[in-house]
């Protein structure tokens, strides 16, 4: 758990429940999305609705979601309602009623938003991606499998909230206008909560492979995926500002050699993407189909290219764009506290705005091209979606 | 021009030229995109490389683009930056280069943008619904038309640079730690922006029907569009929270009666969509084909249902989720640089913070209820994309 006090009229926090994709319980792919459905349904003396109403009256913006790792429980309001808000969501974790009637509707929420995948090429080739790279079940899709969600019963069910839904492993992050004094008396109700610790299974890659899966979109989507460093490694911060060079601005490299120079694409980045234990680099691109060979091409090159080393130039002006990227993120009081829980959940502590301001100002020219030397961007999996032969 | 002084060290602005494409020439749909695209091409003594370097070294997180009414620019930064960065920007408004071997590029970043709409269902229903809705060219898509795009020349959008890319009709809305009169002084290199008055054609209503465009996607995608106020009309917040009860929040009518209720759909809203003179209300729901009758039965009828009223407790839900958004939506120095500038845009003045929370809070059941007597939500445009016969 973590806060981090300020002069705000307004509180945020993100919960995240060791619950995901990962851990769903093997031919119930898709669990923790249901569970997470159905505990709106209702907890101690209120049904859904009086639930839906309760937070809605305290003005509270919230989402929630299963994910690949974890569920995540994010809320905002002002710091008078925040004691009712936090007794609201102890009722949801140790009192949720998961009844059987309202089952079915949840079912048929999951399977919806499965099959509308299907009409997101981009979202649809990375999860096929994920699926080919990992050995381990972090290639799963946290909206999971049709015939899983079809399978699922409120019996096993309530059985996995009980193993999974459990503060051993949960993380909580806050930030705003509120006293750790005054949270901790808010988190009262949430001392009933128990459970066992939860087994994570360990990421495992599988072989590189090349795939195209044939669809008859306007476009070519493109997807690579990289094995990278994660936040644990000392090499983390090298990785970070040489991400940035490659795709962080308009005179970042992918953009200038894709989209300004050559024109192919109406959008082309590359992004961090990956689990705790393993990260990943990923890239994307859409194109037409006559230009997808050449925009593969040109990215497969400039990922290649980054092992030459990057400039003292471009080092800068990685430098000052991830400062300011840090100042500007850091206003929104939403941002930090579900940056603090996924500190907490990868590394086990919050890294301050100042520790990680530090560390990309301390990174030299020498570590980050010292780095990319020795962790060379090649042979990615590559993923083609659309109007393909082969790749 | 607006400043919204605070005390953070970060600042940002959102500028609007009156180049939309309600005012892109006949035969030229998507002119504002393409002058967009090609004005980052170079100005004054930069390069397309040597501007976006600049703007990069100077850690300015930016983005533009041409929409239907105005093209944006975005940006922030540090304050330190403030003079160099309106230097920039005054160069790309005052002596863009527009260089004839840069243009082959935009035109073809611009044809893929458009064909990648394509692949993203619900955003082509929209766009097709917004053609049947307006007899006046606000019913162009601001990506323009395949065969428009292929027809511009250098020599028509320099013209129509000289007349739409002007100061008479611009905005400009900054937020952040900078004063007035470092603001004005910044702005020195702007006094060389000159041009005349654009015309903006009136918004014209067609008459309501209902189609269904045939595509072989795996859901049906379901859009309605209604005349609404706008936020010059007296009974705007009226209109606001009813909006907000019906679709603001977990117990707002629309995800209880279509998600909750009945697992009819993964996504369901109402959101407005209105230009300068024309408010407009859409509702948006994704489900399969065998539940697009029903989905669409109940949406209309909770919209028709709004007639006759909402009550007490709703209206205080809408009022306190409202005022939550406010404090949160606030937070940000970049959201509240683009309400100001939207303010600017459709009110010529930025409504304070206190003035809408004001006006929220102010506004009575009655009023509420008489606004939705005298203004019922029927007889909507409808729209269906998918594997569908008919509406």
Redesign the interface.
């Known amino acids: 758990m973590a806060l981090e006090e300020r002069d705000?009229?307004?509180v945020?926090f993100q919960l995240l429940v060791p619950a995901g994709a990962v851990n769903d319980p093997e031919g119930l792919e898709g669990a923790s999305t249901l569970l997470e459905g159905w505990l709106?349904k209702g907890a101690g003396e209120l049904d859904?609705?009086g639930l839906?109403?309760a937070?809605?009256?305290?003005?509270?913006?919230?989402s929630s979601g299963a994910g690949l790792e974890y569920t995540a429980f994010a809320a905002?309001?002002?710091p008078e309602v925040l004691e009712e808000v936090f007794r609201l969501y102890a009722l949801l974790l140790t009192r949720p009623r998961l009844p059987e009637e309202g089952f079915?509707?949840?079912?048929?929420?999951a399977l919806?938003?499965l099959?509308?995948q299907?009409?997101?090429?981009a979202r649809k080739l990375f999860s096929e991606l994920r699926r080919r790279v990992f050995l381990s079940p972090h290639g799963r899709d946290p909206l999971g499998r049709e015939e899983d969600l079809k399978r699922a019963t409120p019996k096993a069910l309530r059985e996995d909230f009980g193993r999974r839904y459990t503060p051993r492993g949960a993380v909580l992050a806050v930030a705003g206008g509120v006293s750790w004094e005054r949270l901790l008396g808010a988190l009262e109700p949430l001392a009933l909560w128990e459970g066992e610790e939860v087994l994570y299974p360990p990421p495992l890659l599988a072989s590189p492979e090349r795939f195209a899966l044939r669809r008859?979109?306007?476009?070519v989507q493109i997807g690579l995926v990289y094995p990278d460093v994660g936040p644990e490694d000392p090499g983390f911060y090298a990785a970070r500002l040489a991400l940035e060079v490659l795709s962080?601005?308009?005179?970042?490299r992918l953009?200038?050699e894709v989209?300004?120079?050559?024109?192919?694409?109406?959008?082309v980045s590359a992004f961090p993407a990956g689990v705790k234990g393993q990260g990943l680099l990923m890239a994307y691109a859409?194109?037409?189909r006559d230009r997808a060979k050449e925009t593969l091409a040109v990215m497969l090159q400039e990922m290649e290219r980054l092992a030459e080393g990057v400039t003292e130039?471009e080092l800068?002006?990685a430098k000052?764009?991830l400062?300011?990227?840090l100042?500007?993120g850091d206003?929104?009081?939403?941002t930090r506290a579900s940056s603090m829980a996924r500190d907490l959940y990868m590394l086990g502590r919050v890294r301050p705005l100042a520790e990680i301001e530090a560390r990309v100002e301390g990174t030299t020219l020498a570590e980050v091209n010292a780095f990319l030397r020795a962790h060379p961007y090649r042979d990615p999996w590559v993923g083609l979606l659309g109007e393909v032969e082969d790749v």
């Open positions: 705000f009229p307004g945020a709106w859904a609705r839906a109403q937070l809605d009256a305290l003005g509270v913006r919230r905002s309001f002002l079915e509707a949840v079912r048929s929420v919806q938003s099959l509308s299907e009409d997101q090429p008859p979109t306007a476009q962080g601005g308009m005179s970042s953009f200038t989209r300004e120079k050559r024109g192919l694409v109406y959008a859409g194109t037409t130039e800068a002006r000052v764009g400062r300011t990227a100042v500007m206003e929104s009081i939403r």
